[in-house]
């Protein structure tokens, strides 16, 4: 409801409604464009991902690969990837978090 009880401006709620569809879009590029790191076993195994959680690299320290263990090897990537898009998915909610939460304030608009 508009205080007064006027009318909102249609044409002032759609270029906010652009300006935060390009904002968004900006961020979602960078995101696409900021890598993150997790690790696991002390840094045995170290997984890069893109903010937008592409996988981008895996490093594993030769000392993490036995043979006769390949399951503790498979934990640790697992982990670590894992740990990785925790962080990817942390850059997400500081990049578009404060873009998000404006949306539901535009009535009529259906956000």
């Known amino acids: 409801m508009i205080p007064g009880g006027g009318q909102p401006n249609m044409q002032q709620l759609l270029q906010q409604a ?15 464009a900021t ?3 997790g690790q696991a076993g002390g840094g045995l195994v170290t997984a890069t991902v893109t903010g937008s959680g592409e996988l981008r690299g895996l490093v594993i320290d030769p000392k993490a690969v036995d043979p006769e263990d390949t399951e503790t090897l498979a934990d640790l990537i697992v982990a670590a990837v894992q740990a990785a898009n925790d962080n990817a998915q942390q850059l997400q909610q500081a990049k578009l978090g404060p873009l998000t939460q404006g949306l539901g304030g535009m009535p009529g608009l259906g956000f």
């Open 18 to 32: 652009q300006q935060m569809q390009q904002d968004l879009a900006r961020a979602q590029e960078e995101l696409a």
């Open 35 to 37: 890598e993150v790191e």
